[in-house]
């Protein structure tokens, strides 16, 4: 499975930015799907998931201002962001991995990772 990601870019705070990822590859709809993201300094982290069936995870920091949705027939899963804040600012990374019994939250759960887009949230 191959991913790529688009959509970041700058945006004011309380702004939206919607990122997409397109993946190519056999067996989309069997992978759960993920999001992350990596600020400066920091390590990768969590910010939200969805099953094949639809299910989805989030972040305390993402829930309630980003939605995650995937559509199997396109191979395209997006995230929605709103009312984002400076905090965060990071290169974000669509994922793929096996589908288990809860959506994984630890990177090394995916085995399939896109390229980041960067998003950049100004005060």
């Known amino acids: 499975v191959q991913l790529q990601a688009s959509g970041g870019g700058l945006v004011q705070a309380g702004g939206s930015l919607a990122l997409s990822c397109i993946a190519s590859g056999r067996s989309f709809g069997t992978y759960t799907l993920g999001w992350f993201r990596q600020g400066p300094g920091k390590e990768r982290e969590f910010v939200g998931g969805?099953?094949?069936?639809?299910?989805?995870l989030y972040a305390d920091s993402a829930k309630g201002r980003f939605t995650i949705s995937r559509d199997n027939s396109k191979n395209t899963v997006n995230l929605q962001m709103n009312n984002l804040k400076p905090e965060d600012t990071a290169v974000y990374f669509c994922?793929?991995?096996?589908?288990?019994?809860?959506?994984?939250?630890?990177?090394?759960?995916?085995?399939?990772w896109g390229l980041g887009t960067e998003v950049t949230v100004s005060s």
């Open positions: 969805a099953t094949s069936g639809g299910s989805t």
């Open positions: 994922a793929a991995g096996p589908t288990r019994l809860r959506i994984g939250v630890q990177t090394n759960e995916y085995n399939y």
